[in-house]
């Protein structure tokens, strides 16, 4: 008996492992299932969780292109409305501060010069009536597009100028506002003229992008319209304007260099389309002081008359051709 209750004393510590081995075996079988649940419902959780910011970020990047798509849209209508101009528009974007009176006024005085002094000259009704016309509605036109085509040259060499200045003034720190008084103290003209009048519209209560828009119309040109669009989007959509408008410089500045190659390439065709225009207009002067009873057969005789006719239409369609060949849009 006493070597009996020896050994159940010795195996004792033994059984005591083995039942505690058991019990931990059942208990990991019966709290894994429950623990693996746990751990997949937070797997599951950050899934969703990564999944909802994903959709929460392509929301907003969807809503950011639409946004920017409607700016686009709405500044395209604008620029295909700005094609149909008022005579007050015209005057503006002439750079002249006359009201419409005042044009009509000076179109008269030249329809009435040109047609008496032509009429004393060959005492022709006719000719007299065509030059009346031409003072009248072709001179001040023509007056009017050279006078915007020099005005919209001088601001589209300028405006890359006055973008670095407001890029300059945002990366320091100043407001848009701010940097837009400053170049419309400083640039030159017509550029300051230009962001005085924004500045001034946008103290009346608009936008910036509206205002900017407005001086668009005032100077039609793709320059102005990236421009506006740059404004109109970081109004509307938000994002870094200093970056935008120093790719803006660069991109105006490239074109700037391309139109010069493009006219140095040109000049030649330029050059011929001038010579060839002028040259009848040279002969006839030059035949008319030696020989006037020749050339004079021209405009006394029918025949001559036609002949006059026919040489100005195919004179015209030479010279307008030329000028479509050269004209490069860009």
């Known amino acids: 008996m006493p070597d009996l209750a ?13 039942i505690g081995i058991a019990v931990a075996a059942v208990a990991y079988v019966a709290v894994l299932p429950l623990l693996g649940d746990e751990r997949r ?40 409305g700005a094609s149909k101009a008022t005579v007050e528009l015209k005057l503006a974007r002439a750079g002249l501060d006359w009201t419409k009176k005042t044009f009509y006024i000076l179109s008269g005085v030249s329809a009435g010069v040109l047609g008496l002094l032509l009429f004393l000259i060959t005492d022709s009704p006719i000719a007299g009536l065509g030059a009346a016309f031409a003072g009248g509605f072709g001179l001040p036109t023509w007056l009017l597009r050279h006078l915007r085509l020099r005005r919209i040259a001088k601001f589209n060499k300028e405006l890359p100028n006055a973008v670095d200045v407001v890029v300059r003034g945002i990366r320091t720190g100043i407001p848009v506002g701010d940097c837009f008084r400053m170049v419309s103290r400083e640039a030159d003209e017509p550029v300051r003229s230009e ?22 119309e005032r100077v039609p040109t793709a320059e102005v319209n990236f421009f506006a669009i740059v404004i109109n989007i970081q109004q509307q959509s938000g994002g870094n304007l200093s970056e935008a408008l120093n790719n803006l410089s660069v991109v105006l500045r490239d074109r700037a260099k391309m139109r010069g190659k493009v006219q ?16 009848p207009f040279g002969v ?39 000028k479509k060949m050269i004209a490069f849009e860009f």
């Open 264 to 279: 140095a390439m040109s000049m030649e065709a330029k050059a011929s389309a001038s010579i060839i225009a002028c040259l």
């Open 6 to 18: 020896a050994a159940t004393a010795s195996n004792l510590p033994i059984a005591a492992g083995l």
């Open 41 to 80: 419902a937070s797997k599951r959780l950050k899934a969703i969780g990564v999944s909802a910011s994903g959709a929460a970020i392509r929301g907003v990047a969807i809503n950011r292109r639409e946004q920017v798509a409607k700016t686009l849209s709405e500044i395209e209508a604008k620029a295909k």
């Open 195 to 216: 962001f005085k009048t924004v500045v001034e519209t946008q103290a009346m209560g608009l936008s910036l992008g509206e205002a900017v828009s407005r001086m668009f």
């Open 284 to 322: 006839a002067g030059i035949t008319t002081l030696t020989s006037p009873d020749y050339i004079s057969l021209l405009w006394t005789t029918d025949t001559g008359k036609i002949a006059l006719v026919v040489a100005a239409i195919w004179m015209s369609i030479g010279v307008f051709t030329i």
